[in-house]
């Protein structure tokens, strides 16, 4: 069983930067992909990135531009560099891993963008 962990969130000003962790750990196998999903108050949770092995990225129109995904295959870990963030980013942040075939989510950290 595999476990995610994220961390980095917090408040910040409008235009600030925050960068997210997320590390597996347990027993994992095969990591084919890892990204960031997020939740708003009242709405679906939707795609933020995602990076797969290989490194091959994709975003939401919304963060292109202002994010960047990065992983450290060695470590099992994904990090997420918001920058110029807007009020409209704030969210719980979620990361997710697919690996042997299943999905893991992390547990969420919330990310408040406000003056």
């Known amino acids: 069983q595999a476990l995610l962990v994220e961390s980095g969130g917090g408040l910040v000003q409008p235009g600030g930067s925050l960068r997210l962790s997320c590390a597996a750990s347990g027993s994992i196998s095969s990591i084919y992909q890892m990204g960031w999903y997020r939740q708003a108050p009242g709405k679906q949770r939707d795609l933020v990135a995602t990076?797969?092995?290989?490194?091959?990225?994709n975003y939401a129109d919304s963060v292109k531009g202002r994010f960047t995904i990065s992983r450290d295959n060695a470590n099992n870990t994904v990090y997420l560099q918001m920058n110029s963030l807007k009020p409209e980013d704030t969210a719980v942040y979620y990361c997710?891993?697919?690996?042997?075939?299943?999905?893991?989510w992390g547990q969420g950290t919330q990310v408040t963008v406000s003056s």
């Open positions: 990076i797969t092995s290989a490194g091959t990225t």
């Open positions: 997710r891993m697919y690996a042997g075939f299943r999905f893991y």
